[in-house]
Nanobody, 121 residues
Framework: QVQLMESGGDLVQAGGSLRLSCAAS????????MAWYRQAPGKQREWVAS???????NYTDSVKGRFTISRDNAKNTVYLQMNSLKPEDTAVYYC???????????????WGQGTQVTVSS
């Protein structure tokens, strides 16, 4: 089985920084896309950033220039460096990855349990 586990969420002041981590574990052969999503109370979950195995990245407009997604393929880990945080960034942040298991025929989509990020005014 495969599991994702996020960490790094915290309470910070506006303008501050945090780095989130998400490690995939289990019987993994390869991981193509890894991504971050977030969900604020009463809001729909939204995509934030994604990165493919070769390192190409994409971001939603609201975080461009402030957030940086990266990955360590040897550790099966994805990171989200968040700078210049705003109160509207407050949400539970979820890790997502499309993973091919060892001996698998196709890749499946996996989600972590989420980590809380709270940005105070």
């Amino acid at each position: 089985q495969v599991q994702l586990m996020e960490s790094g969420g915290d309470l910070v002041q506006a303008g501050g920084s945090l780095r989130l981590s998400c490690a995939a574990s289990g019987s993994i052969y390869s991981i193509n896309v890894m991504a971050w999503y977030r969900q604020a109370p009463g809001k729909q979950r939204e995509w934030v950033a994604s990165i493919i195995s070769g390192g190409s990245t994409n971001y939603t407009d609201s975080v461009k220039g402030r957030f940086t997604i990266s990955r360590d393929n040897a550790k099966n880990t994805v990171y989200l460096q968040m700078n210049s945080l705003k109160p509207e960034d407050t949400a539970v942040y979820y890790c997502n990855a499309n993973i091919l298991r060892r001996y698998g025929y196709y890749a499946n989509n996996y989600w972590g349990q989420g980590t809380q990020v709270t940005v105070s005014s």
